[in-house]
T-cell receptor, first 116, second 116 residues
Framework: GAGVSQSPSNKVTEKGKDVELRCDPISGHTALYWYRQSLGQGLEFLIYFQGNSAPDKSGLPSDRFSAERTGGSVSTLTIQRTQQEDSAVYLC??????????????FGPGTRLTVT | AQSVTQLDSHVSVSEGTPVLLRCNYS??????LFWYVQHPNKGLQLLLKYTSAATLVKGINGFEAEFKKSETSFHLTKPSAHMSDAAEYFCVVSPISSGSARQLTFGSGTQLTVLP
């Protein structure tokens, strides 16, 4: 059984360029999350998708960040006009449900983004 | 609102000695609590979770944690450290409540070093 996959594993980009990060969740998982892990810090929630509901974008740090999830499966996180402070590891996670109890999130290996 | 405080950013133990990683939480709701481990250049792996059942939770690789509501703590322990336990450990909280996005709130992490 495949886990959560992310691509690319590493991305180096120049300041001001746009980047797209991809996440393939575990098949059948309805909930999908994006987090950011900056050097020396914990994980920061970015955005959450649940089924066909409108995403919770409350964690996105600026309007340069956006994400979509097509067909309830694959998700793409887009960062426009990248800045050096965007350099971080971007982690994707999925879970079976956002229902009542006992869910757990399964994480992908992350995409390490470096903005030069 | 919820938050997590990991009291030690670094813990160093000798192989074969006990491990204690401390975590305190704050949550407006009854929380779910998790410990995740992250080995270098690897994704996050769930060690164990508490979801209002037994207060002593056993996880993988010999780890366990005890939920103490009166102390708002969820410390992670292991009787005997192994070299392979060297990694970063994250204490995580999520509310048990309906209708809210289930984003996880991560502590800042504890780096565990195991000395031979």
């Amino acid at each position: 059984g495949a886990g959560v996959s992310q691509s690319p594993s590493n991305k180096v980009t120049e300041k001001g360029k746009d980047v797209e990060l991809r996440c393939d969740p575990i098949s059948g998982h309805t909930a999908l999350y994006w987090y950011r892990q900056s050097l020396g810090q914990g994980l920061e929630f970015l955005i959450y998708f649940q089924g066909n509901s409108a995403p919770d974008k409350s964690g996105l740090p600026s309007d340069r960040f956006s994400a979509e999830r097509t067909g309830g499966s694959v998700s793409t996180l887009t960062i426009q006009r990248t800045q050096q402070e965007d350099s971080a590891v971007y982690l994707c996670a999925s879970s079976r449900t956002s229902g009542f109890l006992g869910y757990e999130q399964y994480f992908g290996p992350g995409t390490r983004l470096t903005v030069t | 609102a919820q938050s997590v405080t990991q009291l030690d950013s670094h813990v160093s133990v000798s192989e074969g000695t006990p491990v204690l990683l401390r975590c305190n939480y704050s949550s407006s709701y009854s929380p779910s609590l998790f410990w995740y481990v992250q080995h270098p250049n690897k994704g996050l792996q769930l060690l164990l979770k508490y979801t209002s059942a037994a207060t002593l939770v056993k996880g993988i690789n010999g780890f366990e944690a005890e939920f103490k509501k009166s102390e708002t703590s969820f410390h992670l322990t292991k009787p005997s450290a192994h070299m392979s336990d060297a990694a970063e450990y994250f204490c995580v909280v999520s509310p048990i409540s309906s209708g809210s996005a289930r984003q996880l709130t991560f502590g800042s992490g504890t780096q565990l070093t195991v000395l031979p």
